[in-house]
C-alpha cells in the first residue's frame, strides 16, 4: 500500500506551521525587546548589534520555514485541484484532526509517594499508542477514502489497537456514509482502512 503526498506530507506541514509561527514570535518579542533596551540605552553598541543579527537571522530562518509549508500545501492544491477536488484537500484535514481525536486514549495514573504530594503520570502503553495514532491520517479523494493508522511498537499498544478496530471502522463509516469500508489491511507496519464510494 502506497501513501499519498499528502499522508506523507500532512505532519510534516504541522511541524513546518509551529517551526514558523514560533520562529516569528521569537522574532517579534526579539525586535520588541531590541526597541526597548535601545530606548533606555541599556545596551552597549556591539551587543546591539549581536542582538539585531540575532533578530534577522530568526525572521530569515522563519521566512524559509514558512515559504517551505507555502510550497508544500500549494502542491498538494494544485494536485488536488487537477485530479480531484481541493475541498476534499481540507476534507481530509478536518476528518484527520477529528480522527486522531476519536482513537487518542487517556488515563492517568496517581501516584503516591510516601510524602504528602500526588503526582499524575501516564500510562506508558497508551503513551505508545497515542504517539503512533498521532500519525494516523485520512485522506479523502472522490472514488476513495485512506485511513492510514500506524501500528504501535508495543505488544500491549498493538493489542488496544486490534480491540479498537471495530469501533474504528465504525467511526469512519459512520462519518462517511457515502463510502463502504471493507476490513482494515496490514501493510508492514502500518493499518489500512479503504473506503470505497457507493
Known amino acids: 500500500m502506497k501513501k499519498s503526498y499528502?499522508?506523507?506530507?500532512?505532519?510534516?506541514?504541522?511541524?513546518?506551521?509551529?517551526?514558523?509561527?514560533?520562529?516569528?514570535?521569537?522574532?517579534?518579542?526579539?525586535?520588541?525587546?531590541?526597541?526597548?533596551?535601545?530606548?533606555?540605552?541599556?545596551?552597549?553598541?556591539?551587543?546591539?548589534?549581536?542582538?539585531?543579527?540575532?533578530?534577522?537571522?530568526?525572521?530569515?530562518?522563519?521566512?524559509?520555514?514558512?515559504?517551505?509549508?507555502?510550497?508544500?500545501?500549494?502542491?498538494?492544491?494544485?494536485?488536488?485541484s487537477l485530479t480531484d477536488s481541493v475541498l476534499n484537500y481540507l476534507k481530509s484535514i478536518f476528518a484527520t484532526v477529528r480522527f486522531r481525536q476519536f482513537a487518542r486514549q487517556n488515563e492517568r495514573i496517581n501516584k503516591t509517594p510516601t510524602d504528602t504530594s500526588t503526582q499524575i503520570s501516564v500510562n506508558p502503553i497508551f503513551r505508545d499508542f497515542n504517539r503512533a495514532v498521532g500519525k494516523s491520517v485520512v485522506d479523502i479523494t472522490r472514488q476513495k477514502i485512506f485511513v492510514y493508522i500506524k501500528i504501535p511498537r508495543s505488544q500491549q499498544s498493538q493489542k488496544i489497537l486490534r480491540e479498537m478496530e471495530a469501533?474504528?471502522?465504525?467511526?469512519?463509516?459512520?462519518?462517511?456514509?457515502?463510502?463502504?469500508?471493507?476490513?482494515?489491511?496490514?501493510?508492514?507496519?502500518?493499518?489500512?482502512?479503504?473506503?470505497t464510494k457507493r
Open 167 to 195: 469501533m474504528i471502522k465504525e467511526e469512519i463509516s459512520s462519518r462517511n456514509p457515502d463510502y463502504y469500508f471493507s476490513s482494515p489491511e496490514r501493510f508492514k507496519n502500518h493499518l489500512w482502512f479503504i473506503g
Open 6 to 80: 499528502f499522508s506523507k506530507s500532512f505532519n510534516l506541514n504541522i511541524y513546518l506551521f509551529i517551526i514558523s509561527a514560533l520562529g516569528f514570535l521569537f522574532s517579534t518579542m526579539l525586535n520588541y525587546l531590541i526597541l526597548r533596551l535601545d530606548n533606555i540605552k541599556l545596551l552597549s553598541p556591539p551587543t546591539l548589534q549581536h542582538l539585531t543579527k540575532l533578530h534577522h537571522s530568526a525572521l530569515l530562518v522563519s521566512s524559509l520555514v514558512l515559504t517551505c509549508l507555502v510550497l508544500s500545501v500549494t502542491a498538494e492544491v494544485i494536485s488536488r
